[in-house]
């Protein structure tokens, strides 16, 4: 048998027993290293997972596929990856439970995007979240403007959850719908109705030019007031 295996090269690929601190060592930093860039870069790309989850699963991930095809790359070293992350896990696990700032720190809050029909300024200039990828989550639920929305919320995992307005309730709002927005305009064609672009602050405006009360912007959209129809 130990004609057909070199045990020593599949298990630890020549290298010294003290390599295994050094697999440690790397292992612990990388682990860290990937948690700050996750959490730095932000919920997009991260939607339905944690951040701390996406860590778990790279780490992992990256663990298991070097040995299975680097010659370089012995079980034990591999072995060791597998433990210490498991270890790092635990002990983030308890630092969650335990401290409430670590916890807002790598999971994140929950922000308010929406309020009554508007945004919410101060939390949505936080959110690395394109305008147009926000209405598309939106419009995926059937919402065909602000108005029909009471408030909308970024989950620490990046979801966005909707709550509406009855439709006895529902009031006028900024238009999502593509073809609408894109008549977006710093004139106002007529007297009417007209939504914000920027905040969705809704005022009632004559045909002249005119700064939104809330934002200062100056480009509008003619706002609309239709039930949601699911």
């Not at 790598?106 to 394109?130: M, N, R, T, W, Y």
Request: proline content about 3%.
């Amino acid at each position: 048998m130990d004609d057909i295996f070199e045990w020593k090269r599949l298990l630890f690929n020549d290298l010294p027993v003290v390599f295994l601190l050094e697999v440690l060592f790397r292992t612990c930093i990388m682990f860290i290293i990937v948690l700050l860039t996750l959490k730095f870069a932000g919920k997009r790309g991260v939607k339905q997972l944690s951040v701390f989850e996406v860590v778990i699963i790279i780490s992992l991930g990256s663990a298991a596929g070097d040995p299975m095809f680097y010659e370089d790359v012995g079980l034990i070293p591999a072995l060791t990856v597998f433990i210490t992350v498991l270890l790092m896990y635990r002990l983030v696990t308890w630092m969650l439970g335990k401290s409430k700032r670590f916890e807002n720190f790598i999971e994140g809050k929950v922000k308010c995007i929406i309020e009554d029909g508007q945004f919410s300024l101060q939390s949505f200039k936080k959110e690395d979240l394109a305008l147009d990828e926000f209405f598309a989550e939106l419009r995926l639920r059937s919402i065909e403007h602000l108005g029909q929305v009471r408030n909308a919320y970024i989950e620490t995992n990046g979801a966005i959850s909707v709550y509406f307005y009855e439709d006895e309730d529902v009031k006028y709002g900024l238009p999502i719908r593509p073809q609408l927005f894109a008549m977006k305009s710093k004139d106002i064609p007529k007297s009417g109705t007209y939504a914000c672009t920027f905040c969705a602050n809704v005022q009632q405006l004559e045909p002249v030019h005119a700064n939104c009360t809330v934002c200062g912007r100056e480009e509008w959209i003619e706002a609309i007031k239709t039930k949601r129809v699911v």
